[in-house]
């Protein structure tokens, strides 16, 4: 299945703040991850990921760090800030109520069936 970009985009920033909320990881990492998580559905490139967390780390939400690897080259890694948790607390909190909505108009199964609804005015 194919997933639109604006649906890739608009999950971006929560998918890498929850991922750092495990804890810190470089570029690389966090795209396996992100495949992994998703169960191979989302394959997100280099020229996806490092601009977010650029912008992240100018938002202040994420911290970096060049580290020497013991295989290769440096690698930098970057770690949740508190102003980042606090960010992805505030992205939760707002999914959550994205899920919610979608939820109430999505039918409830695979039948494609919607749950039965009350109208507005009747009993």
Known sequence: MRIGKDLVAAAATPVVLGILADGESYGYAILQRVTELSGGELEWSDGMLYPL???????GHVESEWRHSSVGRPRKHYRLSAQGAAALAEQRKQWSIVGGVLDKV???G???HRRP???LGTE
């Open 53 to 59: 967390l650029h912008r992240l780390e100018r938002l």
């Open 106 to 108: 999505w039918p409830d």
């Open 110 to 112: 695979a039948d494609g």
């Open 117 to 119: 609804r009350l109208a």
